[in-house]
């Protein structure tokens, strides 16, 4: 593993389990929310985005965590290993929820600067509807990759600790 990508609806827990594979491996972090989002959560423009992007995969070794379909075939490409946390909607609106509870009118980790937590109904709707709307094709792009590239789909927080606590005994 040395290009690992982590993907999964909002809530399910990307950032920490990134955060948690760069202890294990000592392979830096790119959580791609920094690197988006502009203050007051403005996007960047599409081009730009791009190119960041091609700027951040250029490394040997990363992982990154994020979704942001727009440029994931560029990273699929790149990467090695790829984890999907494949967490239930219910788990992960419960989590979304808490965080925002949690860091309400402030920065939260791993978020750029200048974006304060905030409840935002459409933003809970994302998650609500991402399993339905974006799990059909995330599968999908996961199974037409070429058999030279590790994909591991974790389901729960339980799948997580076992793989993490099997990566110890390594």
């Given amino acids: 593993m040395n290009r690992i990508m982590v993907i999964g609806c909002c809530g399910a827990g990307k950032s920490t389990f990134a955060r948690k594979l760069h202890e294990h491996t000592g392979i830096d972090v790119i959580h791609l929310d920094q690197h988006y989002h502009l203050p007051n959560w403005e996007e960047p423009s599409k081009h ?39 967490y ?17 009118g402030k920065s939260r980790p791993n978020m750029a600067e200048g974006c304060y937590e905030r409840f935002d109904l459409e933003f809970l709707h994302y998650v609500a509807v991402f399993n339905i709307v974006k799990g059909k094709s995330i599968a999908e792009k996961l199974s037409a990759l070429p058999k030279s590239k590790k994909v591991i789909i974790l389901k729960n927080d339980r799948e997580v600790d ?9």
Avoid: P
Wanted: with cysteine; aromatic share 12%.
């Fill in 48 to 86: 730009s985005w791009e190119k960041k992007v091609k700027e951040l995969i250029q490394g040997d070794q990363w992982i990154i965590d994020g979704n942001y379909g727009g440029t994931m075939d560029l990273r699929l490409e790149k990467a090695d290993t790829i984890f999907y946390l494949k």
């Fill in 88 to 104: 239930s909607t219910l788990s992960c609106l419960y989590r979304v929820i808490k965080r925002t509870i949690k860091f309400h």
């Fill in 162 to 170: 076992q793989y993490l606590t099997s990566r110890k005994s390594i």
